[in-house]
């Protein structure tokens, strides 16, 4: 018998659920039926998926706040901030509707060799995706929703302590009209996960996690010829420049630091600060760091949630031990508390230098790690001495001056400029080197797993 998937309130260390896991063979089959629909889903116009995009948005925020308490239940994100996710999720349905149809439509070519040239993005099947627990709504729909556009079949394998908002979202989509068995939850252990990533009806998987879970599945993937998506980890850098606004500077990254708990794979994390400016910065970013209340997800006034897993607290705790005893130092928190629950404090870490886990891996919680740097080049030349690139800042006054820094400089697949963001379905998210590739939003994510079919007609 294999054992139950089960949940646990990260708040109170207390169990919430039990989920049954499928076998290899009840997965299987579940694979089979999820191919089944994607060949009647695959024959449907555009504009059809569209409107069904457009009642899963509707729905999902009908029931907005069953599925965000769900949310913070299971993970301990602050109830606002789940809210704000099912938001982002219905958006993506907006925007997936709305622009779907056209980046999907046909195009006219006037090959050499032939009287007329066609170009039809057509659906492949089955899509695999493998996702975290940190964004329960907004991983699954970040890749589910523009697949079901392009009109493929979807499988999800959710982190197994947030299984039940994953089955919450396929009652919701199938609420709103797709058809039995398109979305597939699939609730299976790591070798049963294996032979789906093997089974012939699925032709693409996607992974969000960390870049040694992505290194497994690509391999495995590739073996078979079977088409990736990977969104991975990052120590994202921050830079305040010379003549950065440091009070903006230190507020916004004190959020970018401690947003979603500190547990998100494009939180700022290193905070790479000019000697021009790093006193004044260091002064107003601890204070806006002290000022993140640790508390109950679902008291408003709550500053921050508890991490998700015990085991991710030790991690996180070991990184910074680690990161002391190379050197780093202690500028507020980094103690684990007392009492119930798997809360870590916020806290900053300064001198961090090459060799501390805080400066070469991604610390996910709430770890700042401050480098300081001799001037806005040496700035620049820290930010990009990383193995990762999802996303990064820049804080200067100057905006044309950091967005051509940006443009020209930043090895990295997205930049804020004088801001801190997550994600936003008109632009593309994903990264380069250790933080995977493939693209999702922004009209790339239809197209990842789409055959770009070419038609010659003599």
Known sequence: MTDPAITIDPATGEELERYPRLDEAQAKAAVERCHEAFDQWRHTTLEHRAGVLRAIGRRLRERKDELAELMSREVG?????????VELCAAICDYTAETGPQELASEERDPANASRGIITYAPIGVIYGIQPWNFPAYQVARYAIANLMTGNGVLLKHAENCTGSGLKLKE???????????????????????????????????????????????????KLNKKTVLELGSNDAYLVLEDADVDLAAKTCASGRLYNNGETCINAKRFIVTDAVHEEFMEKFVAAMEQATPGDPFDEDTGIGPMAREDLREKLHGQVEESIEKGARVVTGCEIPDGKGWYYPPSILADVEPGQPAYDDELFGP?????????????????????????????????ERAIKLAEQH???????????????????FGGVKSSGYGREHGGFGVKEFANPKSIFVG
């Open 367 to 399: 770890v700042a790690s401050v480098i300081r740097a001799k001037d806005d080049e040496d700035a620049m030349r820290l930010a990009n001495d990383s193995r990762y690139g999802l996303g990064g800042g820049i804080f200067s006054k100057d905006e």
């Open 410 to 428: 930043f090895d990295t697949g997205m930049v804020f400029v004088n801001t801190f963001g997550v994600a936003d379905p008109s632009m593309p």
């Open 172 to 222: 919701i989509f199938e609420e709103a009209g797709l058809p039995n068995d398109l979305f597939t939850v699939l609730v299976i252990d790591h070798d049963v996960s294996d032979a789906i990533i093997a089974h012939d009806k699925v032709r693409g998987v996607t992974l969000t996690g960390s870049d040694k879970a992505g290194s497994i599945i690509a391999e495995q993937a590739g």
């Open 77 to 85: 994100k602050l109830i606002g901030d789940s809210r704000d996710e």
